[in-house]
Each structure stands twice: as structure tokens, then as C-alpha cells.
């Protein structure tokens, strides 16, 4: 929807001036909300009046105040409204930020044609009420998508529950997916429902379902054919009216053949597999997802309001070996780091690093010996600072390798040539190169 207004004639007015200052931005952005789920529930605005904002609000829907500026900045308003502040010079960070806004109330951020693809499969499944097989790698959102299955379902009113196989010894999981009978086991002091009877008329998210023991695996089985679940103590089963959406990051095929998961089970869940792939295969999720969570984490005056060109050039570029968590973990830090600053910078993002002893690299020629000498005696004092050292000193190390060769140390670290200018640029300012070294 992007009619911002109570009245018809005043919606008129209001999309005119909305359609004539911000066509372009409109234009790129609105083709790539794949669905009506999307669209229906956004109200695009020019200075939306707060008065008429909180209504929109009040009513379900997201409002989005949208203004030109110099100075662009993202801001959560309140409760469903945003204000976004763009610059029409930059078009993809403002296409990016307009998508991040609109997915408030955690609805799924996508950019990237893989990505919005997905979603409108997802949104043709949820109209059914066949089991649903996630699988990818581990942070890359999969309970994000089952929520999304179950909010476009019939449904949507009833229960989410979600609960890890992984988490829990083999007896108490029993108990706790399938309920137990008053004086079932030790300490069942009183009886207790269980999940999938609390999850009844509603979806269950069953996450690493690949660790979910055998036996267990023929109880599920069970209730999926069947529909109904025997509590532990009791006689008698008891029917649910359940969906179950399992997920995993494990190749279940390759689980099965190996004896640790049921064939049966897997024929049974994997009615339609959704498989969503590493962060770094859908590089135009980045973005997106860096302003919704800047939007998440920043939500308060004094705080960054926008990301800057180079910073999201760094982001890009890096190859997120920890998926969608590893990117809140770094835009987390860079709001620690950039303290007032209006926006992320370059030199405030800083990747995790893999917990890994490093040797005292060899300093290539471009590093001055004064420089050298501060970088290994500066004793870091945070944990930002830790893993700023451990990447300067990866990198450090792969450049004396390569002989000083940016090209070679870029193809080794997996990243690209802009990236590690951008790197050695912040290591330059943190007195680890010497002017000019290494660049």
C-alpha cells in the first residue's frame, strides 16, 4: 500500500508529492517486495505528520517518512514508524536502507535475487499445510523463514513455538516435545502439555532436527502420520492439529545413509526443502541486512544513523564465515566504536576472528620498524581491539608472503582489492604501516 493518508483526497495529494520527489527511490525499490504480504503492509509518505504516522502505526501497518537529504540517517521514530533521510546521489544505499525499513517487526530483509526468490516460493508453501524442510548453513536465518511460513499461513493466529533438538539430554526432549503424565519420571511433580499440544492449531519449528535422537525420530514420525502424540506415563495418545517446520544445518540425505537419521522421517519432512545458502552467495542481502540491524541496534538519539559507502564496501566484501549472526556481531561493534558519530565509517568495522592462536607474523618492507614495535606492544584492551590485531596481523602476514603484492594477498584472504586498501588504510591510522606503506 502507499497511500498515506485517512482521506481519499488527502491520499491523492499525499502520493503526488510522494511519487514526484521520490519516483526514483520508489521505482527501484518497490519492484523488489516480492509479495502482497510486503507492499500491503508499508505506507510510504513524504514528512509524514507524526499524528497521521502513529495511526498508520496503530493500524498494523509500518510508515515510512520519507525526505532528501545530505545527510542521510535512518531513524525508528517509534513503534512502526521510520523516518528515512537519503541521498539521491547514493540510490543503492538508500534503495538498501528503504528495504531494511520496511521489514520491521521481523519480517525477512532481502536484496538479492536468490533471496527474494526464496520468499515468494516460502509465501506459495505457507498457503499449504505441508511439512516444510529448512536447511542451510548454521546463522543464515532459518527461524526468520519459519516465522515468515507461519505468519502467511492460515495459521497465523494460532501458536509459533520453536524449540533446538540439540539442546537438551534425550529423556527431558521426550518430555518436553511429546508432554508427560503427573509421576511419569522423577520430579513430574505435575503433568505437562508438551510442545507440540502447545503448538496445537499453530506451527512447530523443529531447529537442528538432525540431531534429534532415533528413538525420538520414530515418535516424531508417529505424530506426523498420525496427528496425535503419547505423552509419556500416559495410555492413550492425543490428537494435535500441528505444522511442523524442521530445520537444519546438516545434509539429511547424507545422514540417513550414514544410519543417523530415519529415512522414513526425512521422505516424510521433505515434502518441499527450502535451502538457504551462506551470506556470502547473496551478496545484495548484505546491505539490507546491515541497515536493519543499524535500525535495531541504533534506534536511540546520539546514536550512528546511516552507513557510509566505504563501510558497506567492506562489508561486501568480507566472506562471512558466520553468516547473518557474524554480520550483527561486527555492525554491534561499530556502533560501540563509532561512539557519536553520525554513520559507520570504514575504520569502524571490524570482523570477528576465528579463535586461533597467531604467530608474531614477519613484517613486510613497507612497515616501518617504529611501527612494527608499536604494533606488537600495544597490549589491545577490548575485545574489538583483540580481534582488530588478530585481522591487521592476518593480514600483515599474508602480505609479507606475497612480497608486499596487494592482488596475491587479496585472492589468499578472500577478499578484494578494495577491501584490503580500505583494511590497510585503518591499520595506517592505527600506527600499524607506515605513511604510505603497503598501499
Known sequence: MMEPATSPAGAQRATAATAGAHDALIGMTVPMMCGAWQRERIVLGDRLAPAMAAGIARSGKIAIALEQAPAPTLALRAAGQVTLAYDPASPAEARAALLAASAQGGWPVAGDPQSLALLTLAERISASDIPVLLEGPTGTGKEVLAQFVHRLSARHQGAFVAVNCAAMPEAMLEALLFGHKKGAFTGAAEAGEGLFRAADG??????????????????????????????????????????????????????????RFREDLLYRLNVFPLRLSALRDRPGDIAPLAFAMLLRHAAAPGRPGWIAREALALLEGHAWPGNVRELENVIRRAILLAGGAQALAAEHIVFDTAVRAVSEPAMPAAV?????????????????????????????????????????????????????????????????????GAA
Open 202 to 259: 499453530g506451527t512447530l519449528l523443529l531447529d537442528e532436527i538432525g540431531e534429534l535422537p532415533l528413538p525420538l525420530q520414530a515418535k516424531l514420525l508417529r505424530a506426523l502420520q498420525e496427528g496425535e502424540v503419547l505423552p509419556l506415563g500416559a495410555t492413550k495418545p492425543l490428537k494435535v492439529d500441528v505444522r511442523v517446520v524442521a530445520a537444519t544445518n546438516r545434509e539429511l540425505a547424507a545422514e540417513a545413509s550414514a544410519g
Open 368 to 436: 616501518s620498524p617504529g611501527a612494527a614495535t608499536l604494533a606488537r606492544a600495544a597490549a589491545p584492551r577490548s575485545l574489538s581491539d583483540v580481534a582488530f590485531a588478530s585481522e591487521a596481523r592476518a593480514i600483515l602476514e599474508t602480505l609479507a608472503s606475497h612480497g608486499g603484492n596487494r592482488a596475491a594477498t587479496a585472492r589468499t584472504l578472500g577478499i578484494s582489492e578494495r577491501t584490503l586498501r580500505y583494511r590497510l588504510a585503518s591499520m595506517r591510522g592505527a600506527g600499524m604501516l607506515a605513511a604510505g
